[in-house]
């Protein structure tokens, strides 16, 4: 099944990630990019962290398309499991 949009959680500075969620039919799904995948998808310009929101907005539906695809193929992180992104999983699409 492939997943649905979720929503924006939040951006941890600490950690230099955007954490969202998205949902397979009831169940949510926690994901993260980091932010520097989400700078290389804009071309490598660094974002400013007061931005990180909007920024993800802007990109959510490539973000949303690699989660979803590392989510086809289980590949899952963390506990409780989790989809996990970073700069290479978006290498792999070009």
């Given at each position: 099944m492939t997943l649905r949009q979720g929503r924006f959680?939040?951006?941890?500075?600490?950690?230099?990630?955007?954490?969202?969620?998205?949902?397979?039919?009831?169940?949510?799904?926690?994901?993260?990019?980091s932010t520097s995948a989400m700078?290389?998808?804009?071309?490598?310009?660094?974002?400013?962290?007061?931005?990180?929101?909007?920024?993800?907005?802007?990109?959510?539906?490539?973000?949303?398309?690699?989660a979803d695809g590392k989510y086809q193929a289980k590949e899952f992180e963390g506990a409780p499991p989790g989809i996990v992104l970073r700069s290479i999983d978006f290498r792999k699409q070009r």
């Open positions: 959680i939040s951006y941890e500075y600490d950690r230099m990630v955007v954490l969202f969620s998205m949902h397979d039919d009831q169940k949510e799904i926690h994901c993260a990019i700078d290389e998808l804009e071309g490598g310009a660094l974002g400013r962290a007061g931005h990180r929101e909007t920024q993800f907005m802007r990109l959510r539906e490539r973000i949303e398309a690699c």
